[in-house]
């Protein structure tokens, strides 16, 4: 770790005392073991939940990161009673000589400024386009299209011939690279449109739900630069995003105590576009906030 001699804070800092950021720490600590209780409960048990252990195995993270907690860019830490905060044991953060701690944008930018680039670029890209509310989740009903063994230990709703029925009475809108590839091989011809990961800038809308939960994928690769709140808002709405995504879905979610979102009904298309609405809005929101996470390092604020 390089310390840095600064008898002033930077220009557009805020310095956080001992008491302010050591109560901002405990209070996301108890926000994000509250998300994860359930998932270390039952991976204690050997047990798994499709629905809320999902966003742990795709988006493979440990609820020790969760908890973990950044100020942002911008901000020092003031030194306490113990010496300095615990970032100064972290990856990409930098101590000054009065003990106050703060992140080393400089040596964060060395590493991950193509990362940065890129989940600009996209995130931009995706909040300056409509929602495409039309395709109904079938991503998931064409992930088990003419298939006998599902990802989930789960029983179709329709049962296998009413899923693949369904399939085959609907067009198949899948815009998400990350949903797309794993359609079956008989479903994959079927969209109208191919992803790839090149394209996926070019096609990536805050209609899709697979999109607004990669939101928290995306504040994972930011790392520090995402404040702590950000992290865990991402996370929550994801999660949220999921019930919905398997609600939708040919599984049969009753066993979780879910009311299924029948999307082939009228009144379940009706019913998941309302949701598909809400959630690009709100994860529209969510892009602001961490467009402006990546504008704070760039422009040194």
Same mark, same amino acid.
């Given at each position: ?44 048990? $050997? ?36 010496? %300095? ?27 991950? !400024?193509?990362?940065? $680039? ?6 931009? !890209?995706?909040? !300056?386009? %409509? ?138 298309? !009706? ?22 996470a990546c504008s704070r390092v760039s422009t040194g604020a």
């Amino acid at each position: 770790m390089t310390a840095h001699a600064q008898e002033a804070p930077a220009r557009g800092s805020v310095v956080l005392t001992h008491d302010a950021w050591g109560a901002a720490a405990r209070a996301h600590a108890e926000r994000a073991d509250a998300f994860t209780a359930g998932h270390r409960e039952r991976r204690a048990r $050997g047990e798994r939940h499709a629905i809320e252990d999902f966003l742990f195995e795709y988006y493979p993270t440990k609820p020790s990161i969760l908890r973990r907690w950044h100020p942002g860019p911008g901000a020092v830490l003031a030194t306490g009673p113990d010496g %300095p905060a615990p970032h100064a044991q972290w990856r990409w953060y930098t101590t000054d000589d009065d003990g106050s701690v703060r992140l080393d944008v400089a040596a964060f930018l060395a590493e991950r !400024a193509g990362t940065v $680039g890129y989940v600009v670029g996209l995130l931009g !890209a995706t909040a !300056a386009r %409509p929602a495409a509310t039309g395709c109904f989740g079938l991503h998931e009903w064409a992930m088990v299209y003419r298939e006998d063994e599902h990802r989930h230990p789960l029983p179709l709703r329709l049962g296998g011939a009413g899923t693949d029925a369904v399939v085959e009475a609907h067009r198949i809108r899948c815009t998400h690279v990350d949903a797309f590839r794993f359609f079956t091989p008989e479903a994959g011809p079927l969209n109208t449109l191919q992803p790839t990961r090149e394209t996926q800038p070019a096609l990536e809308q805050p209609g899709c739900l697979h999109a607004n939960m990669d939101l928290y994928k995306w504040a994972l690769k930011l790392g520090p630069l995402v404040p702590g709140d950000l992290l865990l808002d991402c996370f929550a709405l994801a999660r949220e995003i999921r019930t919905t995504d398997m609600q939708a879905s040919p599984y049969d979610v009753s066993a979780y105590g879910l009311e299924p979102v029948a999307i082939e009904t009228s009144h379940g298309k !009706a019913e998941y576009v309302r949701r598909q609405r809400d959630f690009a809005a709100r994860s529209n929101g969510l892009r602001a906030r961490l467009l402006d996470a990546c504008s704070r390092v760039s422009t040194g604020a």
